[in-house]
Each structure stands twice: as structure tokens, then as C-alpha cells.
């Protein structure tokens, strides 16, 4: 039995910040930021919305396109290192917003949560435990944010995206490979509730070890860069997507870019990137897909499907 993503879902809050707001608020410039990041925009929420009202309007597009009812969903993960609360869990809200009666929980694995949320479910469908998991990475970064710090403010937004993913006959994951090394956990972190960051050294660990990746994911399926169709990275800069690019010796056209217009949204970076190419017909029924992620803890992951 294999899980198959049968329908995708997702949420941006409709008010956006640009560089160009930004330079009222630190002292930066658009011409900086985009130059070493890619960022141009980012989605910031209303004070009303929240983590589980994002994931839930995420969700609720993911069931319609996958053309399954409520009913028929035995689990729900959501990946998030910004719940609403720290009890209880956001996938418990949702669960309850959607009405759904199955199983629900969080993930946190910061901006790999994804990754691990996906391989989780794999898991969970190829025991024969689930027959229909929603899965969701949703981020209300713009809480944890220092708004006078400008290494770390002008790099995050926020939004949900979702998926289903389904027992199936026909080949869907291939496989799913998950990391994580405390040793690095002071680069990166939540402090007195704001992120803090060393932004150059996390960059040299996140590019070596994704390189890495890449190959451990390639090797364990026998297989080539360039069986590769689409890579749908975790989009934290557009220097490191850059990065994993060439490892595969892709093209940027066959790589999916969100980190422009959303910045990093951590766990919900892949789900909405995955999403969107989807919606506009860039992947394809029976492409294989590499989604990659990297994030504090550090944390780091793929996973490898054929659409
Ligand atoms: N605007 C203008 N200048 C800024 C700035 C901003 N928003 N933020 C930092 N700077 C300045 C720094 O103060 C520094 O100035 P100095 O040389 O006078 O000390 C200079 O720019 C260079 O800073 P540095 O941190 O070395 O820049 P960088 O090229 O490494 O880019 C990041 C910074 C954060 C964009 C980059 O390191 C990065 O993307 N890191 C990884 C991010 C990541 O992947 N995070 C998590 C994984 S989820």
C-alpha cells in the first residue's frame, strides 16, 4: 500500500508587507533584502486570525480537491511551532472547526515540521492504520517576530497549507527521510518570544547538510538527479533553494519559488509551494517530487514521491 497526495489546499492572509514597508520600520532596504534572501513580500495575519483559523480555511480547500468528505478523514497532524496555545493542540481546534471525529495532533519540528508531519502519515498508511490523513503546516510567525530586529524580521510571514494524503494501490511516496542534531540548537531559536538568529552560520549548515540530503535520498531509490521532475524546497532564501538546484543540476524552472512573494513560513512553506504549482499545473500526475526542508533544532528532512 502506498499514500498518495489527493488533494492539496492553501491560506494567505490577504494583508501584505513589503520590503519597502519594512524600510519604515528597521533600518533596511529592499535592494538588501532581496539581494540576499529573494524576499520581496510577505503575508502578515490579522490580529483576529490565528494558526488554527489559517490551517482550518487550508484545510477545508485541500478536502474540496481531493473530493472527500469530512468523515472520511481518519487523522489529522498539523506541523506548527506557533500553535494558538500551548494547550490544547491546534490539530484539536481544527479537528473541532471542521468537525471532524479522528485523531488529531501537532508536530514541531520548526521549519522541517512538514517533512516530518508527511512522513509520520506515510507511516501510519503503510501499517494500514489510516486510510485518509489531513495533513497541515500552518505559521502565524508574525508573533514571534522582534519587529526592530532587521536580521530576523524582514525574513518570515505567514499562512497555512494542506494536504490529503490517501492509501492507494498505485506508487505515491517512495520514501521519506528524517534528521535532527540538538548540538546546533543555540544558532537558531525562540528567546523571551522572539526568534533569534545566527543568520550566516545557520546558512553554511543548512546548504552542506542539504547537499547531503540529496544524496542519502537519491542512493536509498537507486535512482538519478535527473529522474527528478520537480523540487519543492523549504523556502527560507532563495540562495540556499539556489543551492540544492545546482546539487541536482536543475534548472530554476524545475524547481517550485514561493520564498518572493510568501518569505519563510516555516512549516507551512512546502504545503503552500506544493499547492500553488499544483493549482497551476506545473506538476503533474505521475512526476516524482522532491520536497526538502532544514530548521532549528537543527532538523532536517525529504521526502520523495511520485505525484
Ligand atoms: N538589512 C540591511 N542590513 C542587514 C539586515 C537587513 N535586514 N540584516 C542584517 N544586515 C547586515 C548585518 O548587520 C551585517 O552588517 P555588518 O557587515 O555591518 O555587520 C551584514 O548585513 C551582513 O550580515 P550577515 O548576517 O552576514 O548576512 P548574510 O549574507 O548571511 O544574510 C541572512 C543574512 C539571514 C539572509 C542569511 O544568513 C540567511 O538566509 N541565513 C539562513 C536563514 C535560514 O535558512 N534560516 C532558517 C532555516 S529555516
Redesign the pocket.
Known sequence: MYSKIIGTGGYLPNKILTNKDLESI????DD??VE??GIKQRHISEPSETTSSMATKASIEAIKNAKINNSDIDLIIVATTTPDMVFPSTACIVQNNLNIKAPAFDVQA??TGFIYAMSIADNFIKTGSCKNILIIGAEKYSNLLDWSD??TC??FGDGAGALILSANSEEGIISTHIHADGQYNNL?DVKDDHIR?K??E??KV?VNTLSKLVDETLEKNNMKKNDIDWLVP?Q??L??IKAAAKKLSMSLDQVVVTVDDHA?T?AASIPLAFDQAVRDGRIKNDQVVLLEA???GFTWGSVLLRY
Do not use: E, K, Q
Request: include cysteine.
Open positions: 528597521v533600518d533596511t532596504t538588501w533584502i540576499r534572501t520548526a521549519c532587521r536580521s524582514v525574513l537558531l538568529m543568520g550566516n545557520v546558512f543548512a523549504h527560507a532564501n540562495r540556499i519563510n516555516s532544514f530548521g532549528s
